[in-house]
C-alpha cells in the first residue's frame, strides 16, 4: 500500500514538473490564416510565431500563465491559461484595428527595435521609396543629382555614399551594386512604389550572420505587400509642375491565392533655374499562392526607368560673385538615365511544426548612364570637365535557408538555428568612365571594361533561450571572384582575384522582466572593393574587415511608450571614399568610431503618436595626426522627430523634422559643411472611400544645403583653381495636393 501511494506522489510530482505546450491556429475575421503573428508569454518571456499556415507551438506553459497575441494592425488578444487548458488547444481570431504602439511585444530578439519604428511606417506613411530609410533612427538622406540618382545616405558617422557601408534588399533582393560606374554598394531604391511597402526590418552594426556584403553600418530588408486589401488610385500635382500618379489593383483574388498590380508615374521640373525634366515609370505585379498548411510562394515582376536633368554641385564662390543663384547651374548638362527589371521568387515550405525551408531566386536586367561635371575646367579649360559613366548589368542571385527549432531538457528552453546557402553573380558589361563634352562629343576613355563578380556564402545562425537569457552566436563564410577584362588594352587583358571572409557574431539578450531588455552585440562584418580597384591592387585590401560591438538596452516601461538607448563602436580596416573628379572609390586608411544612440516612441492617445531619436558619433581616421583625422562628411549629431494624428474629424496627418549639425568636409576640419534643421508637414481629409490632402516640405522654407562636398574646381574666368564646399541646394518650400479613392 505504500509503495502504490508513494508511486502515485511520484507520478503526480512529475507531472507538475512536466513542462505543458499550447499549440493552435490564428486567422483573422474572415477566417485567413495569419503568417508571423506574435505569440508571447508575459510569465516565461517564451515567445513564437505563427507559421504559413497560421499554426504555433509554444512550450512552457503552466496554468496562470499569461499568453499574449499581437501583431501590427489587430487589436492585441490576451489569453490566461487554466488547469484545463495545459497541453491544449487554442484557436485565435485576431480583430483588425487602428496601429498602435500597445500592439508591439518586447521579445528577446536580436533586432526588436525593428517592430517598434514600424509603428512609425504605418502611423504615417512615406512619401518616396527613399525616404523609407529615414524611418531608421539615425539614418539621413540626400539627393545631389536631380532627383534620378540614387540619394546619398549618412548613418553611424558615415557619409556612405550611396551604400557602401549598408546592405539593402528588398523580399531577399539585393539593391547595392557592386564594382558600379558611380560608386561602389550604389543602392537606387526608385524601382519600389512606397505605397506598395508592408514593413521594415533593420539592424545597425554587423551583427547578422545572414547579411552579408556592405554589413558594416548597418543593414534594411524592405518587405512589400503580399496582398491589398481595396483597389486604390491617387494623383499629386504641386509646385515647380510636378505630378505624381499611382494606382494598385486586384487583379485575382480566390481562398487560396491573390494577385495585384501597382503603377507609378513621377513628373517635376523641380526648383532649379534649369529644369530637371525629370520623369519615372515604375510598373510591378504580384502574385501570391498559401494553400494555408505548408507552402507560400510569392512571385514578383517589376520594371522601372527613369531620365532626368541635372543643375548639379555648385561652388559656393560663384553665388557670392553673383554669377548665378543657389538654384542656378555652372554645368546644366548634367543628368542621366537608368532603369531596372526584376524578377522575384520567394518559397516557403513548411516541413513540420518546428522545421522550414525558406528559398529566393532572383534576376536583375539594369542600365546606367550618368553625366557629371564636379571640376568644372579644372582639367580642360576649353571643352570643360563633364564625365560620362555608363555600364549594362545582368544580377543573377539565389538563397536558401533551412529553420528548425526544438525544446532541450525541462523544456523551459528554447532552441532555433538556420542554416543558409546561396550566391550571387554580377556580369557587367561595357562599365566605363569616359570624358565627354554637352552630352554629344567623347572625348576621352579614361576606363573601360568588362566586370564579372561572384559571391558565394553559406551561415549558421544559432539562438538558444534559457529562462531570461538569450544567446545568440553566429558564423558566415563568403567566396568572392574577382574579374576584370580591361578593353582599353590594344591586347587581350583578363586579369581575376578570388578571397575567402570567415565573420563570427555573438549577441546576448537579457532580459529581467517582460518591459526590459538588455543585450550586447559584436561580430565582424566586410564591404567588398570594387573590382576594378581589386585588380589595380593586385588583390590587396579586397575585403576590408569592420569590428563592431553593441551594449543597449530596450524598455517598454508602458503599453504605450518604448526607450531604446545604444553605446556602440565600430572599427574598419579601410574606408572607401567616392573622388568626384575621377569617379571612383579609393582606399582611404583604417578608421574608428563610437557613440550613443537615443529614441522613444509614445503612443499619446489611440489616434495620436509621437517618435524621437537623436544619435552622436565621433569619428575619427586612425592613421592621421590629431587635428588631421577627421573624416569627411561624417555627421556627429543628427536627431528627428515625429507626431502624427489620424480619425479627428475625418482628419489625419503629421509634422516632422530632422536635423544634420555642421561637420568636417575635409580632414582638418578647415572646410565646413553646414547642418541644417528641415520641417515637413502633412494633412489629410477623408470622407468616405475619398481622401484630400496637403503635403508640404520645408515648411518654413529654410535655406539649407541638402548634400556638401569639399571640391577643387574651377570656373571659366578664373586663373587659379579652388578648393571649397561644393553643395546641391535642398528643396525650398515645396506644396503638393494629393487626391486619392479606394474601391
Not at 501511494?5 to 514538473?17: E, G, K, R, Y
Not at 496562470?64 to 497575441?69: E, H, N, T
Not at 488547469?83 to 487554442?90: I, R
Not at 556638401?708 to 495636393?737: C, D, K, M, W
Request: glycine content about 8%; some cysteine.
Amino acid at each position: 500500500m505504500k509503495k502504490y501511494i508513494l508511486t502515485v506522489f511520484t507520478i503526480i510530482a512529475c507531472s507538475s514538473l512536466y513542462a505543458h505546450e499550447l499549440n493552435g491556429t490564428v486567422t483573422s475575421e474572415d477566417t485567413k490564416a495569419l503568417e508571423g503573428v506574435g505569440v508571447f508569454n508575459k510569465t516565461t518571456g517564451g515567445y513564437t510565431y505563427t507559421n504559413v499556415s497560421g499554426y504555433f507551438e509554444l512550450d512552457d506553459i503552466s496554468a496562470g500563465d499569461i499568453i499574449r497575441f499581437y501583431s501590427l494592425g489587430y487589436k492585441t488578444q490576451e489569453l490566461t491559461i487554466t488547469e484545463v487548458q495545459l497541453d491544449g488547444t487554442a484557436n485565435i481570431t485576431m480583430v483588425e484595428s487602428a496601429v498602435s504602439l500597445d500592439q508591439v511585444v518586447l521579445v528577446s530578439k536580436v533586432n526588436a527595435l525593428s517592430n517598434f519604428v514600424n509603428v512609425d511606417i504605418k502611423t504615417s506613411p512615406v512619401k518616396s521609396s527613399q525616404e523609407i530609410l529615414r524611418k531608421v533612427p539615425g539614418l539621413i538622406i540626400g539627393q545631389h543629382a536631380g532627383g534620378g540618382k540614387a540619394e546619398q545616405i549618412f548613418l553611424r558617422g558615415f557619409d556612405i555614399d550611396h551604400g557602401t557601408d549598408i546592405a539593402i534588399n528588398v523580399d531577399g533582393l539585393p539593391v547595392n551594386m557592386v564594382s558600379h560606374a558611380h560608386g561602389q554598394g550604389y543602392s537606387d531604391m526608385h524601382f519600389i512604389i512606397p505605397e506598395t511597402i508592408d514593413n521594415i526590418d533593420f539592424g545597425k552594426g554587423p551583427y547578422y550572420a545572414h547579411k552579408g556584403n556592405f554589413n558594416t553600418a548597418g543593414y534594411i530588408d524592405l518587405r512589400l505587400r503580399k496582398q491589398i486589401d481595396k483597389n486604390s488610385i491617387s494623383l499629386e500635382v504641386g509646385q515647380f509642375n510636378s505630378l505624381r500618379t499611382t494606382g494598385m489593383f486586384k487583379i485575382a483574388e480566390s481562398d487560396y491565392s491573390n494577385a495585384y498590380i501597382a503603377s507609378e508615374l513621377v513628373l517635376s521640373d523641380g526648383p532649379f533655374e534649369a529644369s530637371q525634366n525629370f520623369n519615372r515609370i515604375n510598373l510591378m505585379g504580384r502574385y501570391n499562392y498559401s494553400d494555408r498548411i505548408d507552402q507560400d510562394l510569392t512571385l514578383t515582376m517589376s520594371h522601372f526607368q527613369s531620365k532626368w536633368d541635372a543643375s548639379g554641385q555648385i561652388p559656393q564662390r560663384a553665388i557670392d560673385q553673383g554669377l548665378i543663384t543657389r538654384f542656378g547651374a555652372i554645368d546644366d548638362t548634367e543628368g542621366g538615365k537608368t532603369s531596372r527589371s526584376n524578377f522575384l521568387v520567394n518559397h516557403t515550405k513548411q516541413l513540420n511544426a518546428h522545421s522550414s525551408v525558406k528559398s529566393k531566386a532572383y534576376i536583375s536586367k539594369y542600365d546606367f548612364e550618368l553625366f557629371s561635371n564636379f571640376t568644372f575646367f579644372l582639367e580642360d579649360p576649353v571643352n570643360g570637365d563633364q564625365i560620362r559613366q555608363y555600364e549594362d548589368r545582368t544580377i543573377i542571385g539565389a538563397e536558401t535557408v533551412y529553420e528548425h527549432s526544438i525544446h532541450v531538457g525541462d523544456h523551459d528552453s528554447q532552441f532555433k538555428y538556420e542554416a543558409g546557402i546561396g550566391f550571387r553573380y554580377d556580369d557587367v558589361n561595357d562599365v566605363q568612365l569616359s570624358r565627354t563634352a554637352n552630352r554629344q562629343t567623347l572625348l576621352e576613355r579614361l576606363a573601360y571594361g568588362n566586370v564579372d563578380e561572384v559571391n558565394g556564402y553559406g551561415f549558421f545562425d544559432l539562438t538558444y533561450k534559457k529562462d531570461k537569457w538569450t544567446i545568440n552566436p553566429g558564423l558566415r563564410l563568403d567566396y568572392f571572384k574577382f574579374d576584370y577584362v580591361n578593353l582599353l588594352s590594344e591586347t587581350y587583358d583578363d586579369k581575376s582575384q578570388d578571397k575567402l571572409f570567415l565573420g563570427p557574431k555573438l549577441n546576448v539578450i537579457y532580459a529581467p522582466g517582460p518591459n526590459v531588455q538588455l543585450y550586447a552585440k559584436s561580430g565582424i562584418g566586410f564591404h567588398s572593393n570594387d573590382t576594378r580597384v581589386v585588380i589595380a591592387d593586385t588583390g590587396e585590401d579586397i575585403l576590408p574587415l569592420a569590428f563592431g560591438a553593441d551594449l543597449g538596452t530596450l524598455l517598454k516601461p508602458m503599453d504605450r511608450l518604448a526607450i531604446n538607448a545604444a553605446l556602440w563602436t565600430l572599427f574598419l580596416q579601410q574606408e572607401f571614399v567616392y573622388v568626384g573628379d575621377a569617379g571612383i572609390v579609393e582606399p582611404s586608411g583604417k578608421t574608428q568610431r563610437y557613440g550613443v544612440d537615443f529614441g522613444l516612441r509614445y503612443q499619446l492617445a489611440d489616434g495620436l503618436y509621437a517618435n524621437a531619436d537623436i544619435n552622436y558619433t565621433h569619428a575619427r581616421s586612425t592613421e592621421n595626426p590629431a587635428g588631421e583625422n577627421y573624416i569627411p562628411l561624417a555627421p556627429d549629431l543628427t536627431s528627428s522627430a515625429g507626431l502624427s494624428f489620424r480619425d479627428i474629424h475625418n482628419f489625419s496627418g503629421g509634422i516632422s523634422y530632422r536635423y544634420v549639425d555642421d561637420r568636417p568636409a575635409n580632414e582638418d576640419n578647415s572646410i565646413v559643411a553646414e547642418g541644417y534643421f528641415v520641417t515637413d508637414l502633412n494633412l489629410n481629409y477623408s470622407i468616405k472611400n475619398w481622401t484630400l490632402g496637403l503635403i508640404v516640405e520645408n515648411l518654413f522654407d529654410t535655406e539649407w544645403n541638402e548634400t556638401q562636398f569639399a571640391t577643387e574646381s574651377r570656373l571659366f574666368n578664373e586663373p587659379q583653381s579652388v578648393e571649397e564646399i561644393h553643395f546641391t541646394p535642398g528643396s525650398p518650400f515645396y506644396l503638393r495636393g494629393k487626391l486619392s479613392v479606394t474601391f
